[in-house]
């Protein structure tokens, strides 16, 4: 019997929160047809929306990522680094604040460890399983 793990399931269901922030931003921007805030969009959907249903996703089918010290670190840094680095881009963009690069810097660095630790996981942590 495999070993049930939660992270999977949750990394899903976080990125629909991604998918619907940035099909409503995409929405909002060609509304008013100010394109200020794409790089928001784009980080939301490619990093918040397919990354994170992605490894969802690979959480569920091999549980064995999901139950490594890899996998748990994966999901935190890419959940504390991403909302990070959202917020302050889109701040930044709406007020112009240029104060807040480190806010952004810090989020990418961790939503960018994250993602490597991710990448470890599956290359140690993967493997073929055998034929019954």
């Keep these: ?7 999977g399931i949750t990394l899903i269901k976080i990125s629909t929160i991604y998918f619907v922030m940035g099909v409503l931003l995409g929405y909002y921007m060609s509304i008013v ?14 990093l918040g929306w397919t990354a994170l249903t992605l490894a969802g996703i690979l959480y569920h089918l091999f549980p ?12 935190w840094l890419h959940n504390i680094g991403l909302p ?4 302050g881009l889109f701040l930044m963009s709406t007020l112009q604040l240029e104060s807040l690069t480190p806010v ?22 993967l493997k073929e399983e055998k034929a019954a």
Excluded: C, R
């Design 64 to 75: 064995q990522l999901a139950v490594s010290k890899l996998g748990k670190i994966h999901f």
């Design 84 to 87: 990070l680095m959202m917020a």
């Design 104 to 125: 952004i810097a810090g989020g990418a660095t961790l939503t960018t460890a994250g993602i490597l630790f991710f990448a470890l996981n599956v290359w140690m942590h």
């Design 33 to 46: 047809h100010d394109y200020a805030l794409a790089p928001v969009h784009v980080h939301i959907n490619l």
């Design 1 to 7: 019997m495999k070993e049930v793990s939660i992270i």
